[in-house]
């Protein structure tokens, strides 16, 4: 469908005049045309009426990406210099990765244009100096899209709960991950052949380890730990643990626990003592009536919890064309509904945490796999109990050799650092076929 | 804890010039000091260093309300006059109806305040006069508050989701229902006694009709419809039954088909001919293992479902003192960062919907209560079947007397407004005890 030209294409005036009321509008150039891309420009130019207008599109070999149907006015481009010393308003980065990215949305803000990204690295490294130099511009960085793709969790977050003292984020951050335990559960599978299926329904990359090892949701749990808890936090700070230590026999006895295996972000703000912050990525147990365990498939969820208003809940499909095109063009609806103007700074901008570790006193689930033998369980209690930490419960299932039985263990809760330590100790003793899995269990 | 004065006091710029970086502050009036007014007043004063300044405190008989512990600057006062014509940059209207609340707002509006309010029924009945009257004043009116208190549905679905197009926007908006409901489901209670436990909890009211017969909930509905579907619909347009009408029969029999019973608000756009809305809060099954289910005791959910971004759930504790707060100093927040200047306006104005209904083509549940004798089947079924009506199960539970056995239906998917016609018929049969109960079963 083609767009008839705006009205006032040839206006001059700055962005700051231009008003939505009278047929101005924002122009957008797009660096980027993969599959968030292209849902955003079909976004935009199914809205002729609307206040967006797409006035250029980049990307690498642009003629092998050129699609029909989009206005003939669009520029179609492989120079990056066209779109950044063009006059549009508001360049939309989706390239993803740090360079060139980063230096190409610095070059945006500094010639005075507003920047929508989706690049979850990139504002999870540099989102408040991003932020910082937008606004010394006169302009506004949004990244709604950087996180969980269509749902609203930054906005929300940020803004409204602004009012309230945030103290706990956690999550589902990487629908990937959620695909293959969830395919893991429902039909018993290893993560080996839920990850294939995963793969050959595009929801993971033939390199999956960005999603799988924890690197994808540590960089959204960093922007959720600034936007929420106010706390500067580096990616690498945060530990990850990899989902593939899961086994289909881990959610046998998950079952019998009541409780879902899950990719669990948690970022969590004690001011007890200076401002300590706990945050990992890691697999964990969560009771199966609770609303993480109720995510299924791609699906992603961001719980907050403040001093005033309790725990609250975002959740949907956090991922794919259409939901992070939603989110993109929302932050767009933004810029022009302000004219580009950026807010003003909260007062008090956020803190660096005295102390960041991935520990959690929480209760645990502890599988072993080892060659049978009397007296092993006696040695493991042994160790817990010098550590000063109490075993719950005990599950066998019955059906294991003898040379490979696996066996469960939960602990009441316990700090999961002396919890490691002790974890040590055990891995030496002589019974072990594979290495103890360890998991938070996180019951909210 | 006593705040030291802030320092500019003095300073008479207008609020239009403030920048929160250099230490003025946004100077609030509260117009209402109950339960959400005192929890907005302890949260504003605990943050000496926030951009915020409580400076004036109305209410009735305020001598009476005057509590310790707030800074000695405040002017508490019963005449309304003292904090519209006074220098707050802000009035937090809290105190609800229609009149005089509604004058008051006006009348700050147009004195060049922007409003903050938690309102329901007037934002419902005038929302988008009062947003266009306080943009033509420069000022903004900020209704965070009014729908599902602490969670930031209004926020989340008219910009986090701005981006897509909603068609329907459904959820649990009472929390006084949902504890009785959730308290019948868990204790095998009837409604009579739920709504005590209630009462005595302080969940519900001593004249509960509001909430019960699904008033309060309806508001929300509407102020949600017009943010989300963006469509300008009267209160009583919206048909409402109450939920007095379920029984702890409807719950064993809700049971046996694996659902819960929720007060549900639904509001859905359908444009394949002309603009045609139906919408309607109502008693609902639901699946036990949706989302709606989910929601516990006073918990609100908002689900918003878009052509892109598929459905999103906003949920958390809608009501209370602190929770509401919450979204009032958020909106405040809000009003401080864009030193009061409204957003432009969407292009395209909500429009008025070409009709509006309470009908919904979906299965169904009916419950009768006979005086037993054969027959009694076959006649409904003969009717049901004349208006082209499918039934789908049939439950019947054993234990009850022949005086007044209890049965249930359930019927495929069929337009609430045909089965209410064949239950006119239906209803005029001889074995009824008790009328019959239809509820929608909603699957999503």
């Known amino acids: 469908m083609a767009k008839p030209r705006a009205p006032k294409k040839t206006n001059k005036r700055p962005a700051a005049k231009k008003s939505l009321g009278h047929g101005t509008k924002l122009k957008v150039g797009l660096v980027g045309f993969g599959t968030v891309g292209s849902s955003v420009a079909k976004i935009i130019c199914q809205d002729a009426d609307g206040p967006l207008q797409l006035t250029h599109i980049f990307n690498r070999n642009i003629e092998r990406k050129k699609i029909d149907g989009l206005p003939t006015h669009i520029r179609w481009t492989s120079k990056i210099h066209e779109v950044l010393s063009s006059d549009v308003d508001v360049v939309v980065e989706l390239i993803g990765g740090i360079d060139p990215s980063g230096r190409w949305v610095r070059q945006a803000l500094r010639s005075g244009k507003s920047v929508v990204t ?10 408040p100096e991003l932020v910082d130099l937008a606004r010394k511009m006169g302009k506004r960085f949004e990244f709604g899209a950087s996180v969980a793709g269509g749902i609203p969790a930054v ?5 409204g709960l ?120 890691q697999p964990a147990l969560v009771p199966e009536d609770s609303l993480v365990a109720h995510a299924h498939g791609s699906e992603n969820l961001v719980m907050a919890t403040g001093e005033f208003a309790g725990r609250m809940v975002f959740s949907g499909y956090g991922a794919g064309g259409d939901p992070t095109a939603v989110a993109v063009i929302s932050d767009l609806y933004t810029i022009a509904r302000t004219a580009g103007a950026p807010p003003e700074a909260l007062p008090g901008a956020a803190e660096v945490p005295d102390s960041v570790s991935g520990d959690f006193t929480v209760p645990h689930y502890l599988r072993f796999t080892v060659r049978d033998r009397p007296g092993i369980v006696a040695s493991l209690a042994t160790i817990l109990a010098k550590y000063g930490i109490s075993i719950d419960a005990l599950l066998q299932k019955p059906g294991f050799p003898h040379s490979a039985l696996s066996f469960v263990m939960t602990l009441e809760a316990c700090d999961s650092a002396v919890l490691n330590r002790a974890l040590e100790e055990i891995a030496r003793l002589d019974f072990h076929v594979e290495r103890p899995l360890c998991l938070p269990i996180f019951v909210d």
């Not at 989706?118 to 989102?127: D, M, P, Q, T, Y």
């Not at 906005?155 to 803004?159: A, M, R, V």
């Open 118 to 127: 989706a690049n979850k690295l990139l504002v999870s490294e540099s989102g």
């Open 162 to 281: 602004a009012g309230d003292r945030l103290h706990r984020i956690a999550g589902i951050l990487n629908g990937t991950c959620n695909f293959i335990l969830t395919e893991m559960e429902a039909h018993e599978r290893s993560f080996e052949t839920a990850l294939k299926e995963a793969q050959a329904r595009g929801y993971a990359e033939a390199d999956p380890s960005s999603d799988v090892d924890g690197i994808d949701a540590r960089a959204k749990l960093v922007i959720l730990t600034q936007a929420g808890l106010r706390l500067r936090v580096r990616s690498e700070q945060i530990p990850c643990r990899s989902i593939s230590l899961i086994a289909a026999v881990d959610f046998m006895y998950a079952r019998e626990l009541k409780c879902a295996i899950r990719q669990i972000s948690v970022a969590q703000k004690n001011t007890s003592q200076g401002v300590r912050l706990a945050a990992a990525v």
């Open 155 to 159: 906005i929300g977050i940020q803004e």
